[in-house]
């Protein structure tokens, strides 16, 4: 009951409480999107008398995808128990919330254990997919290895970020992020370039300063005084607890994993559209500098939702309809605004981007009419991402899912491969304008039913 008193969510002025929670995850989501950067910046640069600076950027970017499956597991539990945490606090059960934040703390054990037996015995066989070249393949096996074996460290920090963050806490967790960002930038030359290990000595970097992170936040959370307390003592999963978590860390999880298999398809189809391995390899280089790229963009959204969820669901477990409504009209605002600088970018500087990665000649030709096409999506992806995370919010994760999967799979991929046929690989990138206007008319379509069924009649 304390706790909840104290709280902001329910009580400080909106506008202030929204920047004052989202400003500090926003920055925490941009140090993030710097790991995956940093490391593709620094790789491509490093070559030796067996692979160029291009095949080791193919490597990282090949073994990208289940790097996501890994990220979209960790975060994908983490807003679980964020969503479960604060709408506990928002209806006063103090004890719920601190169980809810204990099961999440076990549960990312499991999910590492889980991570270490697929980079024992898949890592291989997945790369194998994407080349035949055995100098790339090996770099590529490599990397992501070393990058699922040693996950605990990303597990915890996603996990414990979140606990925090539910409580309105958004400095501690960006700090942790920030030391651990800054801690990789130095680590990476010194492993890829004086040590000469150079993919798999960017995942070593990677791993150390995501241990580094999650070791503050272990500090933050249990030397000091929390609104929250995991209690390891005596600890006993309960099958109700852990079913409210995944209700929403499921649906949440497969929405970030199917970011994953989406990159595989479109890899996949740029392969159909063309013929000379050269053009393949460079074109997937485009797509996954792209990929990388685009995070600078949607992180600052994702961290304003990182602040916008926990308000949400505190004031939906208070009944509270007028700072419920208010909060997501401002953050729709909010991301509109981040999304038109974006677009204002890919449009303008798209080759300054590409040669951040040392983009070649083939590439820039292939990627500066991509990210100009792709990035006139952002528009429509800010609303669609606020709606879907205020579903999260909400506990109905399912639906956030649908318009993810609507997005991505049933959408994009389909029209990605039609346009390929028949207009070739520069056609491609418009797949990306279908997918977001779809699912922009299905956020819309659901938000509007879940605000007709839950939001009109709160508080009556």
Request: proline share 3%; with cysteine.
């Amino acid at each position: 009951m304390e706790g909840t008193k104290q709280n902001k969510m329910g009580t400080a002025p909106m506008f202030r409480l929204i920047l004052g929670m989202s400003l500090p995850a926003m920055f925490s989501m941009l140090i993030q999107a710097l790991y995956n950067i940093v490391d593709s910046m620094f790789v491509s640069n490093y070559s030796n008398s067996i692979l160029t600076g291009n095949d080791s950027l193919l490597s990282v970017n090949i073994a990208y995808p289940l790097q996501m499956i890994l990220i979209s597991v960790a975060v994908g539990s983490g807003v679980g128990v964020n969503s479960l945490i604060a709408r506990r606090l928002g209806a006063r059960h103090q004890e719920q919330a601190d169980s809810a934040a204990t099961h999440g703390f076990f549960l990312t054990f499991i999910d590492w254990f889980i991570f270490v037996l697929i980079g024992i015995f898949l890592a291989k066989p997945f790369i194998s997919l994407y080349t035949n070249d055995q100098a790339i393949m090996d770099a590529s096996v490599a990397y992501i290895r070393i990058v699922l074996i040693g996950s605990l460290g990303s597990n915890i920090t996603c996990m414990l970020e979140k606990v925090l963050q539910s409580t309105g806490n958004m400095i501690m967790p960006m700090l942790s992020q920030l030391t651990g960002a800054v801690i990789n930038i130095i680590l990476d030359p010194i492993f890829i370039y004086t040590f000469d290990l150079g993919v798999a000595g960017a995942a070593i970097a990677t791993i150390i300063a995501q241990h580094i992170s999650a070791v503050l936040c272990l500090f933050f959370l249990f030397g000091k005084k929390q609104l929250v307390k995991i209690h390891v003592k005596g600890f006993r999963f309960r099958a109700e607890t852990v079913k409210n978590i995944y209700v929403v860390a499921l649906p949440a999880m497969v929405m970030q994993a199917i970011g994953s298999f989406m990159v595989m398809g479109i890899n996949f189809i740029i392969s159909l559209a063309h013929d000379t391995v050269a053009a393949k390899n460079a074109a997937t280089n485009v797509f996954g500098v792209y990929f990388k790229l685009q995070s600078f963009v949607f992180m600052p959204v994702f961290g304003l939702n990182n602040g916008m969820v926990p308000i949400v669901s505190y004031n939906y477990g208070a009944q509270n309809k007028k700072r419920l409504t208010k909060t997501i009209k401002l953050a729709i605002m909010y991301a509109v605004c981040i999304m038109f600088i974006g677009i204002m970018l890919f449009q303008f500087i798209p080759d300054v981007l590409l040669k951040l990665f040392d983009a070649s000649d083939h590439m820039l030709e292939i990627g500066i009419p991509a990210l100009r096409v792709i990035s006139l999506s952002f528009a429509f992806a800010g609303i669609c991402i606020v709606i879907s995370s205020s579903l999260q919010a909400l506990g109905h994760g399912f639906l956030s899912m649908m318009i993810s999967i609507t997005r991505q799979l049933i959408i994009l991929l389909p029209s990605a491969y039609i346009l390929a046929k028949f207009g070739g690989i520069h056609a491609v990138w418009w797949s990306f304008n279908i997918a977001e206007i779809g699912s922009l008319t299905l956020s819309l379509l659901f938000f509007k039913h879940m605000y007709n069924k839950i939001i009109k009649h709160l508080g009556e």
